[in-house]
């Protein structure tokens, strides 16, 4: 069993950052893929972002190459999901999930979710 609580949310100007936090609890956060995905109101949740357990690889949605970056630290039990010139379009609850299995895009391979944290960009 994986716990999952993500932090960092906030309101935020066009064109700022935010670094967003994923906190897992359990001794075997090494061995899942980690992914950040968002939902907007009135919308599907939709992948963001993957990293591989061992954090060398990762994958992002187009939407976001460039702009967002995901990392994560093993020893802290953390992943992180940096993000910098964010849009309004950005504007969602972000999750972070976990998967027993590699790395991937598909909202149903991820067997653990968090609560979600507010991202509002707007001035």
């Known amino acids: 069993q994986v716990q999952l609580v993500e932090s960092g949310g906030s309101l935020v100007q066009p064109g700022g950052s935010l670094r967003l936090s994923c906190a897992a609890s359990?001794?075997?956060?090494?061995?899942?893929?980690m992914g950040w995905f968002r939902q907007a109101p009135g919308k599907e949740r939709e992948f963001v972002a993957t990293?591989?357990?061992?954090?060398?690889?990762?994958h992002y949605t187009d939407s976001v190459k460039g702009r967002f970056t995901i990392s994560r630290d093993n020893a802290r039990n953390t992943v992180y999901l940096q993000m910098n010139s964010l849009k309004p379009e950005d504007t969602a609850v972000y999750y972070c999930?976990?998967?027993?299995?590699?790395?991937?895009?598909?909202?149903?391979?991820?067997?653990?979710w968090g609560q979600g944290t507010l991202v509002t960009v707007s001035s």
């Open positions: 990293i591989s357990w061992s954090g060398g690889s990762t």
């Open positions: 999930a976990a998967s027993r299995g590699p790395a991937t895009i598909a909202t149903a391979a991820y067997d653990y």
């Open positions: 359990g001794r075997t956060f090494s061995s899942y893929a």
